[in-house]
Nanobody, 114 residues
Framework: QVQLVESGGGLVQSGGSLTVSCLTS????????MAWFRQPPGKERELVAS???????YYQEPFRGRFTIPRDNAKNTMLMQMNNLQPEDTAVYYC????????WGSGTQVTVSS
């Protein structure tokens, strides 16, 4: 059973930056697909960005140019660097590994104050 642990969430002011991490129990170099999702308060969970081990990245339109998702193979970790955060970025951020089957972490809270 794959285990994913997110970390790095917290409180940040509007316009600030934050990096969240997702540690996988797998050898990340062998993992084809990983992704970051988020769930704002009262809303559905949504895809933020994904990365394969080609490597190839995909960013949903609202996050292009603000978020980047590098993988640190030495640490079996996927990161997400978030810049120019806004209050609407407040959400629980989740890490996903694989598609079918897929595995999820328990999430890390990011709160952006205005």
């Amino acid at each position: 059973q794959v285990q994913l642990v997110e970390s790095g969430g917290g409180l940040v002011q509007s316009g600030g930056s934050l990096t969240v991490s997702c540690l996988t129990s797998d050898n990340i170099a062998d993992v084809y697909y990983m992704a970051w999702f988020r769930q704002p308060p009262g809303k559905e969970r949504e895809l933020v960005a994904s990365i394969t081990n080609n490597p190839s990245t995909y960013y949903q339109e609202p996050f292009r140019g603000r978020f980047t998702i590098p993988r640190d193979n030495a640490k079996n970790t996927m990161l997400m660097q978030m810049n120019n955060l806004q209050p609407e970025d407040t959400a629980v951020y989740y890490c996903r590994q694989g598609v079918a089957p897929d595995f999820w972490g328990s999430g890390t809270q990011v709160t952006v104050s205005s």
